[in-house]
Structure formats: C-alpha cells, structure tokens
C-alpha cells in the first residue's frame, strides 16, 4: 500500500461514514488470527527516523493533521508521514502491518475499538501518563487507559444533537427549540414535536437516527437514557433482563411503527445525514463533524439536544492516537502523541476539522471554528451528557464485536414483527454470543 502523504483520492466526510460498515469485520479477523509482535525493520517509505501514521481523514482532518506533523518536526521531531485511507481500511491496513512485521508507528482509533488492541498487547503505554491524565476529562481519559497502564491519547471527540431543518418543522409550531440541557425534551416531547412535522412531500418523514454503519452503538444512548444498561456491571455477559434496555427497544420500534423515520434509515440502512442532506428527513440526530458537510446543502438548519428519559445521555465519539509497541521508533511516536496532546495543539486540531476538545483547559468558546461556530457551544454542552458508566460498555476489548451483533440484531428487530420481549431475546443472544469470558 502507498505511504504517500495524500491519498489518491480524499474522502470526503459521508464517504468516510459511509464506509465505516466495514470496520467491526476487520477488526474482528484480528482479534481471532493475534498479532505478530513486530521487527527491528523501518517501515517502507521512510528513512529509520521517519514515523509513519496511519490514519482516515477528510480534508479538513488531514490539513489539520499535516500542521501537527510539521509543528512536530519543526520542534526538534522526527518527520512524521501521514498514510491516509478510507475508514473501513484502516483497522486492516494496521492488522496487515502487525501480521507482516511491518507495523506502522502511529495510528488513529475509534476509542470503541482501543481495548481490542490493548488485550493483544499491541499499543504502547504513554509515558508520564500521570501529569497528563489530570489535565483530561475523566471519561475519555478512561476510553485509553485500565489497570495496566494508558495506551493512547483522547486525541478529541464528538458527540450527537438534534439537527433541524428550520423550514421544514416551522408549520408545526414547534416555537423556540429547547436551548439548554435543562430543557431538552423528554423522550414524549420529541415524539410529540416529531407527529407534528407536517410532510412536504410523499417520501419526507420527521426525522433519522445515526445508529448506520460503524454507529449501531448509538442507539446505547437510549438505553442509558431510560436507565438501562446492556453490559453487566462486571462487562462480562449481557444485562439480559434490564427493563431499561427494554425500554429503550419498544421506544426505538415505535420509530418505524409510526411511521416517524424512513424503513431505509435502520442499522443497516442509508446514512441519516445523507436523508437529511437531501431533505428526506426534517430532523436528524447528527454529530458535530458532519455539520462542514451538512452547513454546504444549501438550506438552514437549527441544533437542539439529545432527547431525554431518566438521564440525559449522549454518545462516546472521536477518536484517540495511539502508538505500536513493536515499533523500533517507539519512544519518538510516544513523543509525537504527547505533543499532539498539548493544549495549543488540540485546540488548533478541534478548530479545524469541527470537533471538541477532550481537555478541561482547552475552552471551545475561545477556539476559532469556521463552520456553525454558533452551534458548537450546543456540541460542547451536550458532550458533559457522556457518561462514564456508559463509556465503560463501549470500550471492551469484544466491543467491535458487540457493535455488529447490535447492527444485524437491531436492524431485523426495526423492520420485523416479533413482540418487544422476543425481539430484546435475539439481541441479548446475538451480543453474547461475541463476549468472551
């Protein structure tokens, strides 16, 4: 594969997402076939001092990514070559370097997919992770780190809202939408707004959840919103009798059994943002990064958030950088992590490629976004909803794993016809069915 610095064809943020059906796969080949543990040998492409990264990125990520290369490299660092693929290759392009002794040094991670690597002793731990950790909010610090050590940085994240088409709701009378967490609606409210979007045309429905492709996991934020969890508390089996997951499945069915959202738009279903891109949707739950693509569509839109039932709830987006154990150039990749974590450095990143900062002294009101700065602050407060209790769930080693089952189980109980409990016993049984003990 080529180490060049730019791809031979950037992908764009939708394609990005929209290839993401593929990670879980990759993922889950490795984690059966284990990882070589690595050689003395440069990667191709770059001289013994070079460090390679490989990563996904739009446009805008790559620029931003280049700047933290040259910064890093223009402080004292060794070059660092940026090795851009689509996000479904990613996992396989590292996997593929692990398997050969030819891994690269660096690599970008979803930080649902961190402790698959963490368990086959692939990442490095950060050094002096204990003067960083305190300058990191606690659930992304927990995302990279267990009782071994931290391996990775909570490089930045994201996190979903509401996004509304003004034109399409304002014949509902929906008036002012809620404008703090305090006076988000309630999971009755949004159901209420979403009857009352009068459709413009035969095939306009309310609204689109982001649970497609690689984001199944997201539909958790329902079940931690009514109380519910999936796992265990030990992470070890699945919740089977939770009746807030329960809860969350009969409140999700009745989506498509009133018709509220496109057949289309399930697990295994067409990007909501595509729908709501094209207008087929009038709202849609969308996360920060996306809005560079959806603020180019040409018509105005408006953010609220997260519906809400026992807890306000949001889910656990971005992603961290982590370096390879067996690199040769080990301590140089730990070096340009921990650069890439400064407070300067995050900030710039977050600025460019739309997404929030995972440090507590980085303020996103100071930064300096260029799209919808003034839907950011919404982002920023929505992310506090993350909770660690859910983040704890998808950051397993088998999580991967978990995410697929919860796609094709998900996916078949949308758009099928068993009762609540029997569609809820195909899931719990499609999800430990990939739990290791």
Request: proline share 5%; aromatic share 8%.
């Amino acid at each position: 594969m080529s180490r060049s610095t730019t791809p031979t064809r950037r992908p764009t943020r939708r394609s990005v997402l929209a290839a993401g059906a593929g990670t879980a796969g990759a993922l889950g080949l490795s984690a059966c076939g284990g990882f070589s543990t690595g050689s003395d040998d440069p990667p191709s492409g770059g001289d013994d001092s070079t460090l390679t990264m490989i990563t996904w990125a739009g446009d805008a990520e790559l620029k931003a990514f280049q700047t933290l290369a040259d910064g890093f490299k223009a402080q004292g660092g060794p070059t660092v070559e940026l090795q851009v693929v689509p996000y479904s290759e990613v996992l396989t392009a590292v996997d593929t370097g692990l398997r050969t002794d030819s891994p690269p040094d660096l690599f970008r991670v979803s930080y649902t997919d961190v402790a698959a690597y963490r368990a086959q002793n692939v990442l490095a731990d950060l050094k002096d992770a204990s003067s960083l950790e305190k300058s990191f909010l606690p659930a992304f610090w927990s995302a990279v780190s267990d009782d071994d050590g931290t391996f990775g940085v909570p490089h930045h994240t994201d996190t979903s809202m509401v996004l509304v088409n003004t034109a399409a709701v304002a014949s509902a009378g929906l008036g002012t939408l809620p404008s703090t967490l305090d006076t988000a609606w309630t999971w009755e409210q949004f159901l209420d707004a979403a009857g009352r979007v009068q459709p413009s045309r035969a095939d306009t429905y309310a609204f689109a959840v982001n649970w497609q492709n690689a984001g199944a996991y997201r539909w958790l934020n329902f079940v931690d919103q009514a109380g519910g969890r999936l796992l265990t508390e030990d992470l070890k089996g699945v919740a089977a009798d939770d009746p807030g997951m329960l809860k969350a499945l009969t409140h999700t069915r009745d989506f498509f059994r009133r018709g509220l959202v496109p057949q289309a738009s399930s697990s295994r279903g067409q990007p909501a943002s595509d729908l709501f891109v094209n207008q087929t949707v009038a709202m849609v739950f969308a996360g920060d990064f996306l809005l560079e693509e959806i603020d180019g569509a040409g018509f105005d839109y408006q953010a609220t958030f997260l519906p809400r039932d026992v807890n306000a709830s949001a889910d656990l987006g971005g992603n961290a950088l982590v370096a390879v154990e067996a690199s040769p150039r080990k301590d140089a990749a730990l070096d340009f992590l921990a650069y890439c974590a400064g407070a300067e450095q995050m900030g710039a990143f977050c600025a460019a490629a739309t997404v929030l900062p995972t440090r507590t002294d980085v303020d996103p009101a100071t930064l300096d976004y260029t799209v919808r700065p003034d839907l950011m602050p919404l982002f920023v407060e929505q992310a506090t909803t993350i909770r660690e209790q859910l983040v704890q769930q998808v950051v397993v080693p088998d999580f991967s794993a978990v995410n697929g089952q919860l796609a094709d189980r998900l996916d078949a109980i949308f758009l099928g016809s068993d009762d609540d409990r029997a569609a809820l016993a195909q899931l719990v049984a499609g999800v430990q069915s990939v739990l290791t003990s």
